[in-house]
């Protein structure tokens, strides 16, 4: 089975603290995303990255960044987190490159993070 | 542009009710469609999908059919479990893109 693990399910984090929420997947996959949740908007993307050291910005990139210096590693930042920043954070990964016609994505199971 | 619409929740059923929860899409080109289900403090799950129009994806009991002359992919279940109870998002893949576009979710709760 593919995982995808995400190293902390429950933060809770200062306004203006530096955060890393840490993605690990163990298949080997191309391609790795950040997505967050939040009620009423469903889930919205980040940051997606096709390779080592690459990185696209999704819908909603600012005030966040991204790190991918392992293929297996995917790392969102924030760099002076803020209370809008409380939200559920998504972290997904798939195989292949494109065309991704029918290509699954694999989630992890969430990090919650509170910021105060 | 590319948008997924599904309708808002809670659906609220009792147990081996009949379950439809709608979506609708707007995409240019030939996507893909999936829905994605996520339980109590998961994250999401796949739970099937269709690639091309007319196509019917399953997957435990839930079923959707790829109509393109009416952009929908609905969900349905003939007879809805309590363990059923989750939140269902309906995503879109645009072709040849990396960027899967969800809809807001719809909350299920089934009660026995």
């Known amino acids: 089975d593919v995982k995808v693990t995400q190293s902390s399910r429950y933060l809770v984090k200062r306004t203006g603290e530096k955060v890393f929420l840490e993605c690990v997947q163990d298949m080997d996959h191309e391609n790795m995303f950040w997505y967050r949740q939040d009620p009423g908007l469903g889930l919205r993307l980040i940051y997606f990255s096709y390779d080592v050291k690459m990185k696209e910005k999704g819908d909603i990139p600012e005030g966040y960044s991204v790190s991918r210096e392992k293929k297996e590693r995917f790392s969102l930042i924030l760099e002076s987190a803020s209370t809008n920043q409380t939200s559920m954070y998504l972290c997904a990964s798939r195989p292949g490159r494109a065309p991704f016609s029918g290509n699954t994505i694999y989630f992890g199971e969430g990090s919650w993070l509170t910021v105060v | 542009g590319n948008s997924v619409t599904q309708m808002e929740g809670p659906v609220t059923l009792s147990e081996e009710a009949f379950l439809t929860i709608n979506c609708t899409y707007t995409?240019?080109?030939?996507?893909?469609l999936f829905w994605y289900v996520q339980y109590p403090g998961e994250g999401l799950q796949l739970l099937l999908k269709?690639?091309?129009?007319?196509d019917k994806g399953s997957n435990k009991g839930f079923e959707a059919t790829y109509r393109k002359e009416t952009t929908s992919f609905h969900l349905e279940k003939g007879s809805v479990q309590v363990s059923d109870s989750a939140v269902y998002f309906c995503a879109l893949l645009p072709y040849n893109t990396d960027k899967l576009i969800f809809g807001t979710g719809t909350r299920l709760q089934v009660f026995p």
């Open positions: 995409a240019t080109g030939y996507p893909s």
């Open positions: 269709a690639t091309k129009a007319d």
